[in-house]
Structure formats: structure tokens, C-alpha cells
């Protein structure tokens, strides 16, 4: 399943669209008058940035005289989404989103109060949320919720089916309707809107790490050009990954593999959230929908076995290659002794690797063998989701609102973030961007991610690849069921009496 080709198929109708001419019509023009003088400001073609940023909705005038909408959210650590920075600064990204909430105000005539959580967990948070919609207080009009987290505590029904809210064009470019329809049981009810309204849905994709310094200086025939064009080429794989980092492997004081000893690591990855990763950049079918578009189990399991091995052997067999349980900070591979390790895309902004004294760029989670079509990267690690709670009164506010976020997020935020701050501000060279092209155009949802990102089929790769021994039919045979029993029970929740 493929999403959002935001930075290659919507970049490529953009450049389609007509010039604004600053012609005169020869009609009407005096032929003993001097043709007017052009500047090149006016005679220029647009960015695609200022292109995107003329771009009109479909939202009618309003006005909602300053009322006050209210929104809610986990943690302060998702301005990106929420709020941005509280006043201009020096930071592009934070002040685009502050700015796009400005012009919602500025728009709607409203005021949006951004407030925050003040639980520490994502499991309070949920529970907090369920405690809201029973109090039945119209407090919160907009939820900022964490995919698999909100969806595990069983807080779907706390929201209400987004196809009843009045202003929302969720066929519209801005929001990402296959990713809406990968998150509902039916295809057709959505409970989570997903779309440019948050950044963290592109912040969280998967992506590898690479030093670019030693690369070249590793391969130096080859050179970090080399390794771009083998992914652009399409023939980035676990095994070219597994090559490299066993090739550049290096135990300086022969006492095995340490972060900590001053030993050359050719790839890192740190804890089972970064390990799923590398599962869901694999092509393996998990499930498929029936006759009524409802999720239906139904696993690759000789694919997935395949997958299985190949991690094993990447992970637990091959020199050179480093596993801990813990999260890897960004600051073990700034440190210079490792040469790939697995990230999310919103690593960029973390100011250590942006000072990192080496070059850095980034590859693809790659392909589990050459049969796989294209690369994934699955949105997850619990990023971002939209919801308006059962408690709304004013839905058609709320939703006017969230439209109006999103589709100014799409004008104003999503390309810059991509265009200037990531291939531009963020990039160490010239060539970056276009990877960073592949992992956007490959960004995914999974249902079944969703709903068992924890245990169970969800996780079913990972999960056997931490055994070290390839049990995945067992495992299968093991979780299977209770797998099939949540599907069942949700479309009887559906549709009692179309449940088997």
C-alpha cells in the first residue's frame, strides 16, 4: 500500500499548471506606445513553494465572530503539529506552524487555544480521553490523539465518524485518504484524520542513517553518489545493506562488538520500535478485505518468512552489526563510529547530528529482495492523528477549523518543511533531497499496525526475528486467532448480524 506522492506526483502537476502572464492582449495595445518594461520579479516563473501557497480550498466564507475553538494534546513535544512556536523565532518549521495558525484565526475570525495534557503516559492520556467523553462536557472540540496508542486503548469510539463532519473535503489533496481508509475497519467509516494538518506523519517515516564521510571513504570507487543512485535504481536491499556494514566493520581492541570501545560499527539499531521499521519496509501482505470491504486476516507467511530470515541474519549473524534494547540516541551515531543506523526522518531536526563534525546523509529502509516493487516506510511510533470527540456540540465549527488547518498546513507548511528546511537547510549535500523523495512517496498505515502494534499479527516479524530462530508459523498459529477474534468482534460491532 503506497501514500501521499507528495513530493513527486502533486510536485509534477503543480509544474503542469499555467503561467500567470503579464502580457497586454494585442488587441488592445497602442502600436506607437513602448511595450511595457518587465521586471524580473514579474517576469520570473513561480517556485513550486509560491505555486503551492496560491492554491485555493474549498471552504465558503466565514465567520465565527472570535469564538474560541479548543483543541488538546498529549505533550508539548508536538508543536509541530499543535501550535508551533508561541511567537516568531528563528526556526522555520516552528514558525510556519505558528503562522499557519494565524491565518486560521485571521481567516475563520476565531481563536484557537492549544491546550496540553499534563499525564506522562500515553496510556493516561487515552484514559484521560475516555474519562472526557463520559463526562460528556463540551470542553475539547479538537483531539490530537497518538495512532496505535489512542487505537490499543480502545478509544475509537470516543470520536466521531469524520464522514458526518461538514467541511471536510477528504478527497482534497491535503488529506491522505488511503491512509484514512488503511485505519478503518470498513474502508468507509473514519474515526482518525490523517493528513498535512501534522507533520509527524512525515517526521515519523522510517529512513537509514548514513555517515557520508566514511562512506566515501570506504568505498571510494563507489562513493556516496554511487549509493544514492543503487536506491534510486530501485536495488537497495537488506543483503547490499548487510554487505556494506559487515565490510566496514572494525573490533579495535579485539573484544567484540561495544558502542562504547571505540569499535567501527557498520550499522546500529536500537530497540524492537526501530526493529519494526525494518519489518514494515517489507512488502508482506497481512491482510485483505472481503466482500464488504472489512479487514480479513490473511498473511504471507511464506513471504514473511523470508522476511524473518533476512532480519535474523542482518541482525544476529552478521559481523559488525550492533543490537541493544534501548533507544540508540542520535548523538551515538554524530559520535563518528557508525556508518548506518535506523532513524526516523524528524532525526534532522535534532541539533546533533545537524553539528556532526562528519557528513550525513540518508538511504531508504531498504527493500527485503529484488521481487519488492518499491520502498515502504511505515508511519508509526505513534504519530499524530486528528479526532473530534462525541462531546462537540458545534461539529460544523469544529470541522471548519480543522479544514481551514489543514489546508493552510498544505499551502504553507508541508513543501517548505520538505523543500527549504529538509533538502536545504538539513542536507549535507546535493543529492539528499532525492532520497529524501523515495522515503515521502513510500510513507504507509497498516491496520493491522494499528490495532496490534504491541503483540500479535501486528508485530508478527519482529516479533519472531527477537527469538533468533525462525518460528513464524508457530507464532502465526499462536496469535493468529486472537487476531481474528478482534476482527470479528469488530464487525459485529458493525454489523451484528453480519458477523460469522
Known sequence: MKYKRILLTVLLLLLCLPAVSCRQSQDVQNPDEPLPVRTDEESRELTDVEKRAQETDFLPELDYEGNTITTYSFRENYELDTEGSREETSDLVLDSVYQRNQAVERRLNVVIDNRVSNVSTWGEYATELSILSMNDLDE?????????????????????????????SLDAAWWWKDAMEALSFDGKSYRFLVGDICLTNYTKAGMVLVNSTDYNAHFTEEGIDGLYDLA?????TVEELKTRAAQVYTDLNQDGLSLTGGDYIGLAVGNFEYLKYLEYGFDVQRYSRDEDGCVILDYDLERASDAVDSLIDLIFRTDGVYWQEDYLKISDF?????????AQLGAFSNATLREMEDLYGMMPLPKLDMNQREYMSNIQNSSTLVAVPNTCRDTAFASAVIEALCTESYRTVVLPFFEITLKIRYSKDSRMGEIIDLVSEGATKNFLYEYQASGGCGVLIASTVMMEVNRISSNFDSVGPSTEEMLRQMKERLNPSAAG
Not at 152 to 164: A, H
Not at 232 to 236: D, Q, S
Open 140 to 168: 475539547y472540540q479538537i483531539i490530537y490523539t497518538m495512532g496505535n496508542s489512542a487505537i490499543q486503548t480502545g478509544n475509537t469510539d470516543v470520536f466521531r465518524d469524520v464522514n458526518s463532519l461538514e467541511y471536510l
Open 232 to 236: 534510486i535504481a530501485g536495488n537497495w
Open 334 to 342: 554524530a559520535a563518528g563510529n557508525i556508518l548506518f543506523t535506523v
